[in-house]
């Protein structure tokens, strides 16, 4: 008597579909650890194949009212059957190859797209390390001119020193009209050669730009302390 009470209190009819739904829930839940059968999805029936060899053919009015009228009927029942089949094959199948075909495409216009970014980008960064070399050259070039500046100042200086010791010399021998007047004309020898190597590295400023002004300021200074030395001899 106790095991038909349990099981009477165990039965319970589900009355919706809900209910049904949720009944089968907590039959699953209750072993979490148990595998869940899922059924394979049905696979499409292929139909028949038709005969190799019809022995006899039928005609829609063969035999009216009699059996071979329905055996005609089920014969072309299959066969309209069979044909729906093959056509929605063969729709299928090109809508698949059109769909691989598609995805090949979006693939190689995506690469072609990625390949384009990554070398606008290798590019960028080209540029970015480029910039620091050109700044160095810049003022290697600067400091070059600098250079030459300075070289050029210091063979004005040499040059005008010599003018200066050859006036020097002259006054020296002054007692003697010979010596003085030798140092008369290496003075205005002197003259001229400055006059002839200003006008030459005139031409050469007036290209160099900035340069010319502190060699001119130089060359007027010196024939200046020229002048006032022979003035005072």
């Known amino acids: 008597m106790d095991g038909k009470e349990?099981?009477?209190?165990?039965?319970?009819?589900?009355?919706?579909?809900?209910?049904l739904q949720k009944m089968r829930l907590d039959k699953l839940m209750k072993n979490p650890s148990k595998e869940v059968f899922i059924p394979e999805s049905s696979q499409e029936r292929k139909?028949?194949?038709?005969l190799e060899f019809i022995r006899n053919v039928w005609g829609s009015s063969a035999g009216a009212g009699s059996g071979d009228f329905h055996v005609y009927r089920g014969v072309r029942r299959r066969e309209y059957a069979r044909q729906k089949y093959v056509d929605e094959k063969f729709e299928r199948d090109n809508a698949d190859a059109e769909y691989?075909?598609?995805?090949?495409?979006?693939?190689?216009?995506a690469e072609i797209r990625?390949?384009?970014?990554?070398?606008?980008?290798?590019?960028k960064k080209?540029?970015?390390?480029?910039?620091?070399?050109?700044?160095?050259?810049?003022?290697?070039?600067?400091?070059?001119?600098?250079s030459e500046d300075e070289e050029t100042e210091e063979s004005w200086e040499q040059d005008c020193d010599k003018g200066h010791n050859s006036n020097q010399n002259?006054?020296?021998?002054?007692?003697?009209?010979?010596?003085?007047?030798?140092?008369?004309?290496?003075?205005?020898?002197?003259?001229t050669e400055v006059k002839s190597e200003k006008s030459e590295n005139h031409n050469d400023n007036k290209r160099k730009g900035y340069r010319s002004n502190k060699q001119h300021a130089l060359v007027d200074e010196k024939q200046f302390q020229i002048s006032a030395n022979t003035n005072g001899s």
């Open 100 to 109: 691989q075909k598609k995805l090949e495409k979006n693939q190689t216009e």
């Open 6 to 19: 349990k099981n009477e209190k165990n039965v319970v009819v589900a009355k919706t579909p809900a209910e």
């Open 126 to 146: 080209q540029k970015q390390k480029g910039k620091k070399p050109k700044k160095e050259q810049e003022e290697k070039e600067e400091s070059d001119e600098e």
């Open 47 to 50: 139909p028949r194949d038709p």
């Open 114 to 123: 990625t390949a384009k970014k990554r070398a606008k980008r290798l590019k």
């Open 170 to 191: 002259g006054d020296m021998g002054h007692n003697s009209n010979q010596n003085g007047d030798m140092g008369y004309n290496s003075e205005e020898n002197c003259d």
